[in-house]
């Protein structure tokens, strides 16, 4: 087995973790900086209309080419799939299966205990939503990526009859900060791999490495696999556990892809219904399709 495709992600940054070179190099960070400093502008801006219409009708524009774009995703992924287990073999996918099985567990008690409660305060059925987001959920499960669904999410939402402004807010700005799918993952394949190395972590080190994973995993949504990257530049920064031993993940990653892909795509539908909610922004419930969908 060659480790030294697990290392190239993290080649010259090994020695220290800084926060101002990762925000610099963080592209997804800088561009969400500069949508809140513009939003806070065109407050200020008189014809601040005209201006939120010309930029409605270039996100409609982008989220359609993305959309179109995402259909070839499922290629990709076969091909990394294939290359994957063909290099490594099937053996090493053996007791990696512990690992998948107390990811899918714990974000599946995550989903339907913790969200689930949260929306049954609302009188809202967890089992409904996921009904009738299914198309996304298929859609999120083809490409690994809950980018792909981000379109016709927004679209549901607000015919579920939370108001466009929320959706509007809250699905792009959770897609970048609130990814629960992501961090269940990225703890999860820490503690694994402390444990395969038999290293003992301090309580202040699993704060730390929460701390790191709360910060490096934003924007990680928005790119297939990108939630592998982000575990070894955190990997990198503890200064405790090999970087080394990710080599053991490949096999599994696209696996682990898809279940915090769906995931986050849960959590993000139901912060939008419980933010609209409390906002009283909440028009009607409408837990079917429109016709055409």
């Given amino acids: ?27 997804t960070l800088q561009v969400l900086l500069a949508a809140i400093i513009c939003g806070i502008a065109l407050n200020f801006y008189k014809k601040r209309e005209q201006t939120i219409l010309v930029l409605e009708r270039v996100s409609k524009v982008v989220f359609t080419g993305l ?5 070839l995703a499922p290629i990709g992924a076969f091909g990394g799939m294939a290359f994957t287990i063909g290099k490594f073999g099937l053996a090493t996918l053996i007791p990696l299966g512990k690992l998948m099985l107390c990811v899918y567990l714990t974000m599946a008690l995550f989903v339907f205990l913790v969200l689930g409660s949260i929306l049954r305060y609302y009188k809202i059925s967890m089992l409904s939503i996921l009904k009738y987001i299914k ?13 792909a669904a981000l ?22 700005t959770g897609y970048s900060f609130n990814l629960d799918g992501t961090s269940i993952y990225l703890s999860m394949s820490v503690i694994f791999l402390a444990q395969l190395y038999d290293v003992h972590l301090s309580f202040f080190e699993i704060l730390s490495v929460i701390g790191i ?12 696999g990108s939630g592998f990257i982000v575990l070894a530049s955190t990997l ?6 090999p970087v080394e ?3 053991f993940l490949l096999g599994v990653d696209k696996f682990m892809s898809e279940a915090r892909a769906i995931t986050n795509l849960i959590g993000n539908t139901v912060a939008t219904i419980v933010i609209s909610k409390s906002e009283q922004d909440f ?3 409408n837990l079917e399709p429109v016709a055409g969908e």
């Avoid at 990198?236 to 556990?241: E, F, P, S, V």
């Fill in 67 to 71: 959309k179109y774009v995402m259909y």
């Fill in 236 to 241: 990198t920064a503890l200064h405790k556990i």
């Fill in 151 to 172: 379109p016709s999410i927004m679209v549901k939402l607000e015919q579920m009859g939370c108001s466009k402004s929320v959706v509007g807010l809250v699905i792009p």
């Fill in 283 to 285: 028009i009607e419930l």
């Fill in 1 to 27: 087995m060659t480790l030294g495709d697990a290392s190239q992600y993290t080649k010259g940054n090994a020695e220290h973790f800084s926060w101002l070179q990762f925000f610099f190099s963080n592209f």
């Fill in 135 to 147: 198309e996304e959920l298929l859609l999120v499960l083809g490409t690994s990526s809950s980018e």
């Fill in 245 to 247: 031993g990710l080599a």
């Fill in 213 to 224: 994973l709360m910060v490096t995993s934003k924007g990680a949504a928005g790119v297939t």
